[in-house]
């Protein structure tokens, strides 16, 4: 469950003021609104990236408004995926696995299980510099669901792919919910795309948030 | 068959005076470019003929300059290895905090780069006079013995390596740190597991050039440290000695010495640079 009670967060001169909503366990939302409209500052401040200046956020019924990013359980996939250039694919997947201290084979099984899932067994000693926009989106989704966070969030995650790799990325993202069980926040420009993933749409407009259900979902 | 109108005429001619100026521009700034250039590469060939393999060998046979160039590597490691230490938070703070007073801290980084050799050596030396500073020369000797050759070689070779790191870290996206930091990082964690990592070519650029930077230094160590054989004395310092005893061609050998680990250390950073651009890991 994601909630945001009303939230109030900026950059410099620019604020969101009194935003409120809530997405219950499992939905899929998806975040729109005009460039510059403060999405991704939002995004940012329900990561713990960016700190309230007023307002509480909740995810899974805990109160997350003061705890820093690594403690609020949250996969962040940004745009462009920032892959960290010095690992491999499979170094991704295990990186935040690696932090938790989970055991070697623990952590052997759960790689094994998203590069299946994600198409990434050929990829997993390769480095991030020969990779494609698509497969660059899919370690980086694999590296926030990798250790099991209750909500994902992601910024734009296909804006900059072509139409195949747009339309492998939606089919994966399409599995997440049920293959997880993660309560999604999804930003993006682009309709069609809303209106195939998600079952809660929010609408970022004058600084503040519209909530409809698509036809498709109710 | 129809003659070409008066607007065709014209056409042609413009695109001829267009084609003219470009070829004029470019031939202006290849011959300033060039002669630049040949002006570098006419000194070294002038030492290298000026010098033959028998002077570089008797220098090389020399004790006193057997110990600069102990003297040099070492001073020099240890500055490169001192500037890092100090460089990499210096620029990862500048580069990721905003804080009062940013911009007067971001003018005195430079203050080394700026200020004349002498005024820096001089400074130094002024500095271990005051009571603070002579309370450090009561533990460890410093002006005029080995230590202040390190400290006057740091002054300006941290402040280059702050410039290069500062601008490797401007190139790497706070979004991955923050990335890190919602995998579970700590912000410790995420610069030393995810920053550092992807800066590695920059820290060796800036190690490389604070190590080069250190080896030139003349100016602040001759005033700090003065050109004493077999205590203070660095290659920088031999050539400006054998200089002033008349010998030049000991001095034009050890100058092509310098010249070598120069171009060495351009290589180094040029291979780095080149598997930058390639995108391999080192």
Not at chain 2, 148 to 169: E, G, H
């Amino acid at each position: 469950m994601i909630s945001l009670e009303r939230v109030t967060v900026g950059v410099g001169g620019f604020e969101l003021r009194e935003i409120s909503f809530s997405l219950r366990s499992g939905a899929y939302g998806v975040l729109m609104g005009r460039t510059g409209s403060g999405k991704t500052t939002l995004l940012e401040a329900i990561c713990g990236l960016r700190s309230v200046r007023a307002g509480r956020i909740r995810l899974q019924s805990q109160d997350v408004t003061d705890l820093p990013p690594a403690a609020r359980g949250i996969g962040f996939v940004p745009q462009e995926g920032a892959l960290f250039s010095h690992l491999t694919v499979r170094q991704h997947l295990e990186f935040a696995l690696v932090i938790r201290k989970w055991e070697r084979e623990r952590i052997r099984v759960r790689v094994g299980e998203l590069a299946e899932w994600l198409g990434l067994e050929a990829l997993l000693d390769r480095m991030p510099q020969g990779l494609s926009g698509g497969e660059t989106q899919r370690v980086a989704l694999g590296r926030a669901l990798s250790f099991q966070p209750g909500v994902l969030c992601l910024d734009e995650p296909l804006s900059a792919l072509d139409d195949d790799s747009r339309a492998g990325i939606c089919a994966v993202l399409e599995g997440v919910r049920t293959r997880t069980g993660v309560t999604v926040l999804h930003i993006t420009h682009n309709l069609a795309e809303a209106e195939r993933l998600a079952d809660t749409l929010l609408r970022l407009h004058h600084g503040s948030i519209d909530i409809q259900i698509p036809s498709a979902s109710r | 068959m129809t003659s070409p109108s008066p607007a065709h005429d014209e056409r042609g001619n413009d695109a001829r005076r267009l084609r003219h100026s470009d070829r004029t521009f470019l031939i202006c700034f290849s011959v300033l470019a060039g002669s630049y250039l040949l002006l570098l590469v006419s000194t070294l060939v002038a030492d290298l003929f000026y010098t033959s393999p028998g002077h570089l060998w008797h220098a090389l046979q020399s004790a006193e300059i057997r110990y600069a160039i102990r003297l040099s590597l070492l001073s020099c490691t240890l500055t490169a290895l001192l500037s890092l230490w100090v460089a990499v938070p210096i620029a990862y703070l500048m580069a990721r905090l905003k804080f009062p007073g940013k911009g007067l801290a971001d003018a005195l980084l430079d203050i080394p780069i700026v200020l004349p050799p002498l005024v820096i050596g001089l400074s130094l030396l002024i500095l271990f006079q005051t009571p603070p500073g002579r309370a450090v020369e009561r533990w460890i000797p410093v002006t005029y013995a080995v230590p202040s050759v390190i400290l006057a070689q740091f002054m300006v070779a941290c402040a280059f390596a702050v410039r290069t790191l500062r601008a490797t870290f401007d190139q790497i996206s706070p979004r991955h740190e923050q990335v890190a930091l919602t995998l579970g990082c700590s912000r410790s964690q995420a610069f030393w597991m995810v920053v550092l990592p992807e800066a590695r070519r920059g820290v060796l650029t800036a190690g490389t050039l604070a190590w080069a930077r250190a080896l030139g230094e003349f100016g602040p160590i001759l005033v700090f440290s003065g050109a004493t054989r077999f205590k203070t004395e660095v290659l920088s310092t031999t050539v400006f000695l054998e200089l002033s005893v008349g010998n030049l061609e000991a001095a034009v050998a050890v100058s092509l010495l310098m010249v070598a680990a120069a171009v060495a250390v351009l290589l180094l950073i040029r291979t780095q640079g080149l598997d930058s651009a390639l995108g391999r890991p080192l």
